[in-house]
Structures are given as structure tokens and as C-alpha cells.
């Protein structure tokens, strides 16, 4: 139960969910922190399947900011999720069920099953007050086909979101309108 348990509704409180075929259960900081484990649900054989039970998790898990709210005293706004692969797309569904949410990190957010679909049913900007995202694969699943080099890149994501945590190292960025923009050397300044 939260009132029972060491959650303190002052600090920030931070949901992990991880991706297709992955789970939950890795060591985390020490802190109010929430690792979504829905490894049943990403653990299926058609990928498509578990694309459809993101819908389900991120219902539950927005349930579960709910009842943090309401019980355990959280503001929304002090609430970041981080999202790897699909994990990113739940993100979204819980900033889609409850607006104000404080930040949504997607970390290479899945694009196979969300391209070119509503804002409804991915992760989008509207989805909390501040969504970043950091694209480590380009191209398409169908594009590549399943490869190590496909895995490697994806999870790349991981370790560059750690790294501009715990790391010495300063990551530049500039807005770009367009990857045409950038292609033609618009946006490095």
C-alpha cells in the first residue's frame, strides 16, 4: 500500500518502463522510482501483439499516478516517465489519460506500429508538459530486418540518456525544423 510503504510524495517520482521483449526488474536509483514491469505483455512472439497491450499498460499505470496522487499526495507536475522502445508509447498513453503530466523521456520510441499514426496512440509533445526523445535507429525495423546492429543502436539510447545524467560529458543540441534542414546545414549553429 502507499501509505504504508517508504514512497515520499515530496520528492519526484519517476516510472521506468522498458520495451518489446524486455522486463522490468533491473536496480534503479534510490529514490522514488517505479519500473513498470509488464514482461508478459512485451514478451510476445508477434510483435503487433505486444504493440496492442501498450494500450493496457498505460492505462494501468496512469491508474497507478492516479491513486499516487490521491493517496500518496504526488503533483502531476513532479511526475517524469521514461520510456524505452514501446515503453516510450506507453509513456504517451499515460500523458493521453492524464494532462500536466511534469516530463516524458522517450528513449528510441518504437516506430514500427506508431509512424504515421494519430497523436492518440503515440508518443507526441502534448503528452506532458516537457517530452524529449532521443532517436539512437532511423530507420525502420522493416527497413534494417532484425539484426544485432538493429539491437545495438536501439539500446544505444540507453546509455546517452544515463550518460548525460551520471557523465563529465556536455551534449550539444540545436532545434531543426526538418531533416532536410539539417541535411543542408541549417540548424548547426
Known sequence: SITDSHFDSELKTILIIHGYTDEGDAAWEDANVIAVNWKEGAAQINYFKAVANTRVVGAVAAQLIKDLKSVGGISYSNVHIIGHSLGSHIA?????????????????????????????????PSDADYVDAIHTDGETLLQLGLTSDVACSHMRAIDLFTESINGDCTFNSFPCSSWSNFENGQCLH
Open 92 to 124: 504517451g498513453y499515460i500523458g493521453e489519460i492524464i494532462p500536466g503530466l511534469g516530463r516524458i523521456t522517450g528513449l528510441d520510441p518504437a516506430g514500427l506500429g506508431f509512424e504515421n499514426y494519430d497523436v492518440t496512440v503515440r508518443l507526441d
